[in-house]
């Protein structure tokens, strides 16, 4: 009988320590959502909904609520050119807070500078390892 209020004992509280591990903590339900956004295709259709993804999000969270980063490469990077069709949209992700991304891994291989890219975005050396990190991070992934 002892044995088996010591086991009891010993499930009840690997049981409680397991319920407060999994319950979010005060500072964990106040942390920012995060959404990290691929866009690795050149259609411009395909840009529109990424930005209107991301508009939308901020929408619904409010745009101080939600860390959000566009991450571009392969043949999506020539959307963040300066004379991109979507350039206009690019600059109102930015000016909105989302941080937009190109490929340096991209840029190199397709032969582009900075001097070619619309000036509001940033770079990473790798589109594909930024994604990995940002995931590593908890950032929710997005391909639309």
Same mark, same amino acid.
């Given at each position: 009988m002892k044995q088996m209020n010591k086991l009891m004992g010993a499930l009840l509280g690997g049981a409680l320590m397991m319920g407060a591990l999994a319950l +979010?903590?005060?500072? &964990? =339900?106040?942390?920012?959502?995060? *959404?990290v956004v691929q866009v690795s295709d050149a259609n411009p259709a395909t840009w529109n909904l990424a *930005?209107?993804?991301i508009k939308n999000v901020q929408k619904d969270l409010g745009k101080d609520n939600v860390d959000l980063e566009l991450v =571009?490469? !392969? +043949? !999506?990077? !020539?959307?963040?050119?300066a004379d991109a069709e979507v350039a206009n949209r690019?600059?109102?992700a930015v000016?909105? !807070?989302? &941080?937009?991304m190109a490929c340096e891994n991209t840029m190199r291989g397709q032969k582009l500078s900075k001097a070619d890219m619309n000036a509001k975005v940033g770079y990473v050396k790798a589109g594909v390892?930024?994604?990995l990190q940002r995931q590593q991070q908890g950032y929710a992934y997005l391909r639309p």
């Open positions: +979010p903590t005060a500072a &964990q =339900a106040a942390d920012k959502a995060k *959404l *930005l209107n993804n =571009a490469y !392969g +043949p !999506g990077i !020539g959307m963040l050119k690019i600059d109102e000016d909105s !807070g989302v &941080q937009v390892v930024e994604i």
